[in-house]
């Protein structure tokens, strides 16, 4: 009998394994254009997003009605003109025609100065002016009123300079962190977040339902081959494309929206990783669940997609949130991350701030892998 | 003609058969219509407030009052020191930090003047906007109260000697009075939840399409009809039919999930909303068609469409505006159909706009449609 030695079948296991991760490697490398999508799209949503996406509200459109068309209203209208928060497009004769031009969505708000505005203020010291606001956007109505009523408090402070106004409490506001209230700071962690999360989820969605749908996995199955090493071997050279991504969007981010990480790279990249398998192993269990390649992608994207946008914490205040909504976003891992990098990235805080979500993640991680461990089949149906 | 019945019935078989892939293409927009809206809440309240007082003073425990009565904010920490303060911005803990310097009441009242410091975490831009904004007008409305009392204070008590240089005749003042139109709660729910519609029909239709083209690219079956007398364009709009009709029935759900969860009622017509929507929808369907012919496999598909719907997404409108965009951005916005339904779906929603108004949406969408679909169809070959 020629059977191997026990020492020997550790060796020969490993060999397996390698052999297959080589294949696998292969299969990757062969599929020039997915490789071309896998680094190239979120290279170019980074760079977008990076560049475009802004909270800011500026350059709004509204229209001015001038009812008075005296020294103070002109002089208030170039205040309003002046300020970079508005774009005047145009100056209605009349107020009926600005449900049309709401309604065409041509201007966001409206500032009506009444007939005799200014010969009120000098007369009887008081005049109002009117401002409507489309609200079907309610922060940014609230925003632009918000600026709008700023521009008349500067002005009434000017007015009253000359009346010597007593006991004047000035603010003096610092913006930490983004002085210049960009976009990037915010959206680039959540952006990261959302391309990793989804990029490494959908990789492996597809890469054993593809070899149950071709058939291949009959071979596999009926091999000497452990289950283990199938799931590992499928996931390396997704970890790889993932761990590769993960370097071009930090040096992007560098070199051209000039956010380098402030914190400890070392400590980044390590959460980084352990992110990524978190969301392989999450990958490997839909596709283990899956009949079809189309049911695995779809559960990936619609399942994944949105709510890892919403509930990440990027585009919405997760604290605003129901209560039964942020037990929900407490289970999505890009949420943990994104505290992670903001942390790190933007803040530069050290491990002694990020080990609660450290924590979680690697938890997160491990439970999901293990029950993916569970629930594949070594039988076909 | 009749060939189209035939391929219609064979799309709609395989499109009925797959039970798995419809429950999944109708339930989860469907639990994500229901639940997304509650999470998209950026009306904001909740804002976490460190507060470092220094002065210990009447007027400074009336300022820590009326802010926290305010209902914007809310008191996490009450710190001794202004470092300790910013520390709790560091960790979260809180989104911006006010300092109340020593003898602040003492000085405002000697020098007539006197500062505050306000530090916010502007990581976050609207919060750190609205959170700054709504904090000055507080500390203004509380400057105005100190000076109402300050003056009835000095009068009272000292007679009309001091009043007067106190401020007596008031200076003149111009007042805001503002409204809010077509949305007078500033209820949140009314604008997401279209927009939000617009992103799950959008997601059906431009990849199913791919995908189902690319599924009978890989199982092979698309020799077959390409060998059949089969058109070009009856095949492709045999295709188109199907999802056509599933984002109608997608869109009619979402329009009665909205009525009956969030109570939104569109204002406009239906027959304006259902009119861009089959514009939209051939518009995005041709996008779908476009990738399918540029891609092999299913995986590709994916990656592709993956590609475009997160920056539909992300750059439509949804959640960010598209005005403060830069203008090489916009031009490119403009391109995309979401953006022009997004806008038609909140007026016509919330403001009850018709055709005359979103004419130029309407156009656009069109155009890019024709543009889209004419593309897929020169590219698509019916040699393999």
Known sequence: MNWPETRNVKETNMRQLFTFIRKEFLQVLRDRKTLLMLFGLPIAQIVLFGFALSNEIKDSRIALVDYSKDAITTRLIGKIEASHYFDIRR????AEQLNAAFKRGDIRMAVIFPQNFGDDLIHTGKATLQ????ASDPNQATTITNYLESIVTDYNAELAKDAQQSLQIQPE????????LRGAPNFVPGVMALVLMLVCTMMTSVAIVREKELGTMEILLVSPFKPIYIIIAKLAPNLLISIVNLFIILVLSDVFLDLPVKGSVFLLVGCSILFILTCLSIGLLLSINAKTQQAAMMGSLMGMMLPTMLLTGFLFPIENMPVALQVLANLVPSRWYFIIIKQVMMKGLGFASVWKETLILAGMCTLLFTISLRNFKIRLQ | MKTLVFLLEKEFRQLLRNRQLLRTLLLAPLIQLILLPLAADYSVKNINIAVTDNDHSPSSQRLIAKITASGYFRLTGYTASYPAALKMVEQDKADLALQIPAHFERDLVRENTKQLYIAINAIEGTKANLG??????IIGDFNDDLRVQWN???ETGQGNAISASAGQDDPPQVSVASSNWYNPFLNFHLYMVPAILVTLVTAIAAMQSAFNIVQEKESGTIE???VSPIKKHIFIIGKMIPFLALGILLFTMGLLVG???YGIVPVGSLLVLYVSLVVYLFAMLGLGLLLATYSNTQMQAMSLSFFFINIFNMMSGVFTSIDSMPGWAQAIVFTFPPSHFIKIMRTVVLKGSGFSDIMPELWAMAA?????????????RKTA
Request: glycine share 6%.
């Open chain 1, 91 to 94: 100056s209605l004769a009349g």
């Open chain 1, 131 to 134: 401002v409507i606001a489309d």
């Open chain 1, 173 to 180: 506001v610092q913006m930490l962190y983004n002085p210049e």
């Open chain 2, 132 to 137: 700054g904004a709504y904090l000055r007008s």
């Open chain 2, 152 to 154: 009835m204070m000095t």
């Open chain 2, 224 to 226: 077959q009809i390409n």
């Open chain 2, 259 to 261: 009525r009956l969860l």
């Open chain 2, 368 to 380: 890019i449609g024709v543009f889209l679909n004419t593309w897929a169809v020169l590219n698509y």
